[in-house]
């Protein structure tokens, strides 16, 4: 094997296949980049797999002769890096040892015997759809997959192509979010994809790359140009039926905002939030045209105001929500909010694309203050000493049902 290739376009292929490849293996097979040149079309591919997604990709290069190698993905990054000049050359006389020159460097490198890779099937499905906008609905779904949960379902991302549209759902059991793209096919598909997978499908691909889309039963194939990328699939059943679930919510309360606002003001609040050793929830009240966020614990309280454009007045205890989960949405969606509450505090909010369903929690809970009662003639030190025990037992147990 031997062929000359730019070295900058070299560098990207690798770091793109070098993050399928899972970084905690102890096997040199599966931590490598198979490598293979055919020197009539002048083509080099780049193949990698941790048996859950597969990467394919293809570079032009000079190929002076063909062959194979399988290469440390790690290593064959930082090789390309650090080499200088705009080529770099890789040839090979024997399987196990692969030598790479660039400018004034030279490494050789023993590798492994690519006829000990597990090759994926790179297949080309017939019939496909048109996806586009991959790391956004990424971005915006798969903060909420489980990555341990006993469902594998939340672990998933749904995806449905329909009405020129692509709709994409994700849960980890206690929130809900929904994204709508536009989308130029109007065929019909739905896939269950492994949130993970999807984030690696995103981490190599750009929002303006358009990908045709297969479904090979087993697999779901994105092909782009120069690129092939298959999920394999969970056994996983069925998606909860988000439709029907955003129906059941009946909204008492509504209120519009903006985001960059909201944010801001939920920064401030979850300083106590999120300061003490146990985090407490932060309380949400709408009363007079502003949203009201407050927060405290044992050392601190805080409150934020912000204006907002409210249909009626919550009660004045507001409801209870969890400040790093509204903390991680609003990472991912921007502009103009909706919020819709119903009577025991479920929340729904809107954009333009997105629904995100939110569940209340409870209050936290109010510590008793110790009663300290001075020694009389019918008590003893020893006896109150006792009834602290008590107290301090009674609010321990109040803490567990909080967090329960």
Known sequence: MR?????????DVAKSVAK?????SYSNVINGVLIE????????????????VSIQQKVFASVVDDGTMLVNARLLVDMMSKLEGDSVTLSADKPELLNVNGGRCTFKINCTSPSSYPK?????????????SICSLAKRTTFLVKKDASKLVLQCVQVKLKNNAVHAAASDGNRMMIVKNSADSTDEREFLLPGHSLQLLA???????????????KEVVFVRGDMIFTIKKMATGNFMDTNALIKSLKPLYTAVADVKKLKEALNIVSITALSGDIKVPINLVLSNGEIILRCSNDNSCGTSVLPANISQDTPETGFYYDVSALLKLFQVVGGKVKLEIDAKGFMLVKTRSEAYLQGPVHPPAKAEKPVIQSANKNGSQSEQGHNKEQ????????MKEVAA
Do not use: Q
């Open 20 to 24: 399928v490849t899972p970084s905690n």
């Open 37 to 52: 040149c055919n020197k009539d079309t002048g083509e080099v591919y780049l193949i990698a797999t941790n048996e859950e």
């Open 3 to 11: 062929f000359v290739v730019n070295r900058l376009t070299m560098l």
């Open 120 to 132: 994926p099937v790179m297949p080309f499905p017939e019939e496909t759809v048109l996806m586009t």
């Open 391 to 398: 107290e301090r037992a009674k609010g321990a147990e109040e």
């Open 203 to 217: 981490s190599v691909s750009s929002d303006s790359d358009v990908f045709e889309v297969g479904d090979l039963g």
